[in-house]
């Protein structure tokens, strides 16, 4: 492998601000570009910043793509088009639509002989791990997802995508009471709008717009649609005020019977200041695996289940086993 991967940014909102601060925490990367649709001569970073539609002029000398941007409209466009010159990586978190972005990706990735590696954050993700450890560890069981609180990106910017919306927020809330019941291995039977509740603010630029605004913000599928969505319409100077910081976090629990006396219960948890600093990390840690498999020839989309954890990491097996295990 060379001493260093060469990476390329596609997109340099929250999450792409991210990715370039991890770099920095990665010796064995090195930051080739930050592309981007808006002039780059109004970009304010240290870092070289391209326009998106000089891609081409750098496919020889990327060895991974980060794409940056959302899943509602950004990835499911631009992945496609850069699969077929790059090996990628993104953190498309559609769930219900990550069968059909799969196959999407892979047709290109295959024809162009790259990888990408799709879905890559905490949820899906790190999470999606947990679930296929758990059940895998045991399979006479149940495992429960929880989100937040906190802030989703996602969610934020299908909302901000909306005719009208000047700035947007989202902020996922659990059910304790939920929680509670799965923790004592109760395995309850919960609905969709049983284990969470969306708590939007929203600063529209007119605020005559709110009703249409509302309506489409609940019945938004994929997104809001099974869910309590309350929306809150707020000044831009209360948005700024109180809410400019992204937490976020969550939980897998995942209870088990070994026999008909024993219950076990696996959980793994997640608090987050800053959600765009933490799933960037999380991005890069991933890129280096994606850069691994394609010196071993590999072709095609992929997904975190695919990596070898030890890809992750720039140190050695011999390190690894000397070190963790």
């Known amino acids: ?136 560890i045991l399979p006479n069981g149940k495992s429960y997802t929880f989100w937040g609180k906190g802030v989703s990106q996602g969610h934020s910017d299908a909302i901000r995508k909306i005719k009208g919306v000047k700035y947007a927020i989202q902020y996922t809330i659990p059910s304790e009471e939920a929680i509670e019941k799965v923790r004592a291995g109760n395995n309850p039977r919960l609905k969709t709008r049983d284990k969470h509740t969306r708590l939007c603010y929203v600063v529209p630029y007119d605020f005559n717009d709110i009703g249409r605004i509302e309506k489409e913000i609940k019945t938004m599928p994929n997104y809001f649609l099974n869910y309590h969505t309350t929306v809150h319409f707020i000044t831009e100077e209360e948005f700024i005020k109180e809410h400019s910081k992204m937490p976020h976090g969550g939980f897998v629990i995942h209870t088990g019977k070994t026999n008909d006396n024993h219950n076990q219960k696996i959980e793994f948890n997640l608090s987050l200041e800053n959600n765009p600093e933490f799933t960037s990390s999380v991005l890069v840690a991933f890129a280096r695996g994606a850069y691994r498999i394609s010196l071993e020839g590999k072709k095609g989309a992929f997904s975190v289940f695919d990596i070898p954890f030890a890809y992750l990491s720039p140190k050695s097996g011999g390190e690894l086993r000397k070190e963790l295990l």
Request: charged share 20%.
């Open 1 to 136: 492998m060379k001493n260093k991967i060469q990476v390329g940014i596609v997109g340099y909102g929250n999450l792409g601000r991210g990715v370039e601060l991890a770099l920095k925490q990665n010796p064995d990367f090195v930051l080739k570009g930050i592309f981007t649709r808006r002039d780059p001569s109004l970009i304010e970073t240290d870092s070289k910043v391209i326009h998106i539609s000089k891609v081409l002029d750098y496919k020889d000398q990327i060895d991974v793509m980060i794409l940056c941007g959302g899943s509602a409209n950004d990835l499911p466009k631009q992945c496609p088009m850069l699969a077929a010159h790059f090996n990628t990586v993104d953190s498309y978190d559609n769930h219900s639509n990550i069968p059909e972005y799969f196959k999407t990706v892979d047709r290109v990735a295959k024809n162009s002989h790259k990888v990408s590696l799709i879905s890559v954050g905490w949820d899906p993700g790190l999470f999606s791990i947990n679930r296929l450890l758990a059940q895998s």
